[in-house]
């Protein structure tokens, strides 16, 4: 593996994908960019890490609040050292596998700041559920996620202040695409049966 000392990332060839600089071969102790989380997560992965002796950096990286000192930065830029680059993917999947839990458990513990956009959009989702007028959709799709199959981060969303991920709900009757910070639904699907 090849690797850019400027953006910190691993590459297979010798041409960074991300900046175009020719590289130089790894060195086992280069830190490299091994995923971005928000800090939710970052906690999890850290601890995980930890345990089983993989060094790590977890760096905060801004998304508009670093002026407000108060406030936690909302996500971390995670490197690991090339050496551990392997073992740390293989934590990584093996945590992954878990996180449905984990994610189910932060979306049901915050139900009261999830929010659409409009009562025109509420009403289009309701219809697209088959849902009468007069049901409460928070009521239906806490039902869909405490039985959801699985729930996956889907990457950071461009443009979002507040650091959000997609977080892509796989449940019973439908899927459901949330913004992790926030909690905006931001999608609801029907699913073919
Ligand atoms: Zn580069």
Redesign the pocket.
Known sequence: MFY????K?LCEDNI??????S?RVADKGDFCFFTECDNYFGEILKDAFDKNKIPSSFLPYGSGVSTNFACKLENYRVYVPYEFYNAAVDVYNFFYDDLTEEYKNKLLKNIGEWYLKSERFEKKIKKTLKLLENKNLAEFLKKEIKNAESISDQGAIGGCKSGGHYLYVRANNCTIMFNSATYEVLAVNAKKK
């Open positions: 850019c000392d400027k953006c990332t960074c994908n991300n900046c175009g600089a590289l």
